[in-house]
């Protein structure tokens, strides 16, 4: 503690003394048949008092002073990816790099905090030598080091990796951020290896049926000047062409151009595959897999307007994130020239409007077989809203817009949402909404839920209704637009294009005599990445029921199975079958229902990860300019001992000191009450001894 007073409150201290003798003299200094003695005594108990007394009710704040010491931290990331334990240099012992580099953590960790990760595709605490990752993103890495110790006292950053990050952005600029010097432990080998590889494919994922497509194919080959390989196309399995590439240089790079043909409906499995050379290092990127979905024809989508705004662009360019859908824009006048036939879902944005010619379309649409979707906001004219559709009333017609919030129905399957997705929705802008009393005609499947100030309600804000097997959406509310830039803002856009996306593939199902509905959430899935179902059962009202248990049966190439049962939600069914290992499935689902037995049946392909086999050659490059540039030094695994010593004469990596000012009332010090009623009760005591009142 230092320096706790300031000097006013010596002075405020000075006045309260100088009051306090004042009544001491007035209460002590005439009285006569007290010894002088005693008088003197008795005076200074009572300033004290006083004294004591006034200095609380003035309360005066009393500074401390601390000071908190903080060790460097010294962050360790080792990288846990494939790559690191497939290729490694002459000489390399494994076993003894990790001992060494557990040992550095071990020794560091006596003089300085330290923190260790390992990275690849995710980042964990710890060292983890598995090298089971299958992405390198050492971005992520970065990232939650610049969360977590910016502005922290950070002395070092120790960076353990081969430098083939295939995922993410370069680290360069995230770790300057830190201000601290990075030291790199180049893993893996810089001497070129004999390898041949599918090194990317282009193609179209969406393709018509008896339509040529083309997929372009780039093959690299290194160290393999003068060697041949074959280049095969398999098509679900079966090879439908083949030709010879000779290798002319030892860094070999050739481009093709495949031309197929889309001769079946559904998911179709395309395999690019060269053969192997004599000694090659690793066959195992010598092929990759593709899928294409072949359809007849796109859908269609009219998405009408009495006027231009920053919402419809935002919707098209979601809708159209779907290769599956095509957006037609119409405005006003335009939208009777268009025979609402052509497209097979109809968008009506604030429509019908108070200025707008388009209630001929809307009258002409309500005896036709079209799913509908309904925005409503500022520009709807109600009355004209009330009467064009019969599911949803708004009362009384007319009045203001008031804003709301966007709170997701948890229950709601048909919207497989990450839960950062889910978070996200929940920090949307306020749309603004008709400021009226909503009557729905029937029961709603509700995706979102108004939310007003701090209270949320029950009243729907974005939901669908069924009428005989047809459904139709309804938006009530206008601004969506700011939904799209705050995901770009995040970076992370397909947040909203899958909400939106997701309405409209919900509509577009087709009402058909099953009952019983399953589909996968998208045709093909990554690795790591979880398969997610969604089941539906219907009775003959069309209303969803989830009594009966939905089984599911996955099988993969080889004839293995796995046995699922979907979990039951308030309107529909939902599997999480988590990761599953690469290659074509097919599925059938079960259930009974009402003495009846329904099925189910599909597929859909889970993509193998080879980004780590794609570069074999390390890339220490990198590495030693993230080194140079922040004042670090490159080591190989066999001088780990040397950076430590480095770490350790590093004068700028020392323990901080942080200053920590505390200021404190005098009433909250207890000892001076309990002073004040000693002295109190000394004075009562001797006053009474002494006959005084």
Not at 150 to 155: E, L, S
Not at 347 to 372: D, E, H, N, R, T
Not at 551 to 559: T, W
Not at 680 to 686: D, K, S, V
Request: with cysteine.
């Amino acid at each position: 503690m230092n320096n706790p007073f300031h000097l006013q409150d010596l002075f405020v201290f000075l006045g309260c003394a100088a009051t306090g003798c004042g009544f001491a003299w007035l209460l002590y200094g005439k009285t006569r048949h007290l010894s002088k003695g005693l008088k003197w005594g008795m005076s200074t108990l009572r300033a004290i008092v006083m004294t004591l007394v006034l200095w609380l009710i003035f309360a005066p704040l009393i500074k401390s002073i601390s000071y908190v010491l903080e060790k460097p931290l010294i962050l360790i990331g080792q990288d846990n990816s494939l790559s690191v334990g497939h290729t490694s240099a002459k000489g390399f012992n494994a076993r003894e790099y990790q001992q060494d580099l557990q040992d550095l953590a071990k020794t560091l960790s006596e003089k300085y905090d330290v923190r260790v990760y390992h990275f690849s595709d995710s980042v964990k605490n710890g060292f983890d030598f598995s090298n089971k990752g299958k992405w390198t993103d050492v971005s992520a890495l970065t990232g939650k080091l610049n969360d977590e110790f910016i502005n922290r006292n950070v002395g070092a950053v120790i960076l353990a990796t081969d430098g083939i990050f295939n995922k993410g952005g370069s680290p360069l600029s995230d770790l300057d951020k830190l201000k601290a010097p990075v030291y790199t432990i180049a893993l893996g080998d810089t001497v070129p290896r004999k390898d041949v590889l599918v090194a990317n494919i282009n193609y179209n994922n969406l393709v018509y049926l008896d339509h040529e497509f083309t997929a372009e194919v780039q093959v690299q080959a290194f160290e393999s000047k003068g060697e041949k390989t074959v280049l095969s196309v398999f098509e679900n399995g079966k090879k439908i062409q083949e030709q010879t590439i000779s290798v002319t240089s030892n860094v070999f790079v050739k481009d093709l151009s495949l031309k197929l043909k889309a001769a079946k409906l559904g998911a179709q499995k395309y395999t690019i595959s060269l053969t192997k050379l004599s000694n090659e290092v690793s066959e195992l990127n010598n092929s990759r897999t593709f899928v294409v979905d072949v359809i007849d024809n796109r859908q269609k989508i009219l998405l009408a307007a009495a006027s231009p705004h920053p919402d419809i662009a935002a919707l098209k360019q979601a809708i159209e994130a779907n290769k599956y859908f095509e957006v037609k824009v119409a405005l006003d006048q335009e939208l009777n020239q268009l025979n609402p036939i052509d497209y097979g879902l109809i968008i009506f944005y604030q429509l019908p409007a108070l200025q707008s010619g388009a209630l001929p379309l809307l009258k002409k649409v309500q005896s036709m077989k079209i799913p509908l979707w309904f925005i409503a906001g500022a520009q709807t004219d109600i009355t004209s809203f009330n009467q064009v559709q019969k599911l949803v009333q708004l009362d009384p017609p007319g009045g203001n817009v008031k804003e709301v919030f966007a709170v997701l129905n948890p229950e709601m399957a048909a919207f497989n949402l990450e839960e950062s997705s889910k978070k996200a929705i929940g920090t949307y802008d306020p749309l603004l909404s008709p400021s009226l009393k909503t009557q729905l005609n029937g029961p709603a499947s509700t995706i979102l839920y108004q939310k007003s100030g701090r209270s949320e309600n029950t009243v729907p804000l974005l939901f669908f209704m069924n009428t005989n097997g047809l459904r139709t959406a309804y938006l009530m509310g206008e601004g969506i637009w700011r939904w799209r830039l705050a995901d770009a803002k995040n970076q992370q856009p397909e947040i909203f294009s899958r909400l939106m996306t997701g309405v409209v593939q919900y509509l577009s199902i087709k009402d058909n005599k099953n009952k019983f509905r399953v589909y996968p959430v998208k045709k093909s899935f990554e690795e790591n990445e979880n398969v997610l179902f969604n089941a539906e059962l219907y009775n003959d009202s069309q209303q969803a029921v989830t009594g009966p248990d939905v089984s599911i049966q996955l099988k993969n190439e080889q004839g293995k199975a796995y046995q699922f049962v979907f979990s039951k939600l308030t309107q529909a069914y939902q599997l999480d079958a988590g990761m599953l290992p690469p290659g074509m499935y097919t599925y059938t689902a079960q259930c009974s229902y009402d003495h009846k037995k329904y099925t189910e049946k599909g597929s859909f392909y889970v993509n193998a990860i080879l980004a780590e086999f794609q570069q074999s050659m390390a890339n220490h490059q990198i590495l030693y300019t993230l080194s140079t540039s922040s004042g670090g030094k490159m080591y190989l695994p066999q001088d780990i001992k040397s950076l430590l010593k480095e770490v350790e004469k590093n004068e700028k990596i020392k323990t901080l000191s942080y200053e920590d000012r505390n200021y404190q009332e005098l009433i909250n010090f207890k000892w001076l009450f309990v002073l004040l009623l000693v002295l109190l009760t000394a004075e009562w005591m001797i006053r009474k001894r002494n006959g005084l009142q």
